[in-house]
């Protein structure tokens, strides 16, 4: 099996990179930013999601992909993506500029995040 890279973000936008990198068992990501243009369109000042709302609002408005065992299981009461154990081996942060990180918050505090110094 060869290595396959899936771009969930930062393709043909600036920011919110989002990369997966596969190679038989293994599944690690490259960054899990916000994009600088993220809510644009539905946000404004003191117009934001409930957080109480978890991933729905987001999920709603094709804000953040939808992919299976990768979220936090508080935040996906209120979706159609039902909780299940990740199957993510780690992330990697490339930098701490929010187009890198910015919704690292959303993962499962199950999966492993690294960082170098800096």
Do not use: C, W
């Amino acid at each position: 099996m060869s290595t396959s890279l899936t771009f969930y973000g930062g393709a043909n936008e600036i920011g919110g990179n989002k990369i997966l990198m596969e190679e038989k068992d293994a599944k690690i990501y490259f960054d899990f930013g916000e994009s600088f243009t993220f809510g644009e369109g539905y946000f404004y000042e003191y117009l934001a999601p409930r957080s109480a709302n978890g991933l729905e609002v987001y999920f709603e408005f094709d804000m953040l992909p939808k992919i299976p065992k990768l979220y936090a299981k508080d935040l996906l009461e209120l979706t159609e993506l039902k909780y299940q154990k990740p199957d993510v081996d780690a992330v990697f942060i490339s930098h701490s500029h929010s187009d890198h990180v910015g919704h690292i918050g959303f993962l499962d505090e199950s999966i492993p995040v690294h960082m170098g110094h800096g």
